[in-house]
T-cell receptor
Framework: GQNIDQPTEMTATEGAIVQINCTYQ??????LFWYQQHAGEAPTFLSY????GLEEKGRFSSFLSRSKGYSYLLLKELQMKDSASYLC??????????????FGTGTRLTVIP | DAGITQSPRHKVTETGTPVTLRCHQT?????MYWYRQDPGHGLRLIHY???????DKGEVSDGYSVSRSKTEDFLLTLESATSSQTSVYFC???????????FGNGTRLTVT
């Protein structure tokens, strides 16, 4: 089975940096994704890590440590529009070869002025 | 995403009635998925498809069936809706098994 943990809520100030953590325990790990979801909308893809290390994409960066079962999403220069839920998702391949994504419950980030 | 259309966007139905949700894509992607999203549970996989007439169960498949008779359409059916199936349902697709999922805009289903 999959066990994916992330904080339920976080609050940060406009212009600041925030780090959202995700820990996971899974068999057949094959990559980790971060999605952003604004209230009432569909999740949208932010980043993907399959190897250890940091992936940077503009104001957003994502880090992965496979040995520790740990990832984080780093958001810099926070803007009000960054208020959203951030979903951590693990891609796992099971013994039948099925390759699917399993999601954490999401972290609701509120950016305050 | 302009290439994924879910219908209906909202539906209210009564317990015991059958319901079919439709996901239509114009991307010609092979892989399609149905998830449900509930507070405290996040997104959970119901069923998925690896191609026409090729479907399999996800982690919460009980009470649901799917069909994929052509590449562009993936249907999710609740044979006899129950209140526990009140949820937001998202269709998703990906181009390859290495690609990220891209989601439709969701269907909000209420079972009274």
């Amino acid at each position: 089975g999959q066990n994916i943990d992330q904080p339920t809520e976080m609050t940060a100030t406009e212009g600041a940096i925030v780090q959202i953590n995700c820990t996971y325990q899974t068999s057949g790990f094959n990559g980790l994704f971060w999605y952003q979801q604004h209230a009432g909308e569909a999740p949208t893809f932010l980043s993907y890590n399959v190897l250890d290390g940091l992936e940077e994409k503009g104001r957003f960066s994502s880090f992965l440590s496979r040995s520790k079962g740990y990832s984080y999403l780093l958001l810099k220069e926070l803007q009000m529009k960054d208020s959203a839920s951030y979903l951590c998702a693990v891609r796992s391949i099971d013994q039948t070869g099925a390759n699917n994504l399993f999601f954490g419950t999401g972290t609701r980030l509120t950016v305050i002025p | 995403d302009a290439g994924i259309t879910q219908s209906p966007r909202h539906k209210v139905t009564e317990t015991g009635t059958p319901v079919t949700l439709r996901c239509h894509q114009t991307e010609n992607h092979r892989y399609m998925y149905w998830y449900r999203q509930d507070p405290g549970h996040g997104l959970r996989l119901i069923h998925y498809s690896y191609g026409v007439k090729d479907t399999d169960k996800g982690e919460v498949s009980d009470g649901y069936s799917v069909s994929r008779s052509k590449t562009e359409d993936f249907l999710l059916t609740l044979e006899s809706a129950t209140s526990s199936q009140t949820s937001v349902y998202f269709c998703a697709l990906r181009q390859s098994l290495d690609s990220p999922l891209h989601f439709g805009n969701g269907t909000r289903l209420t079972v009274t």
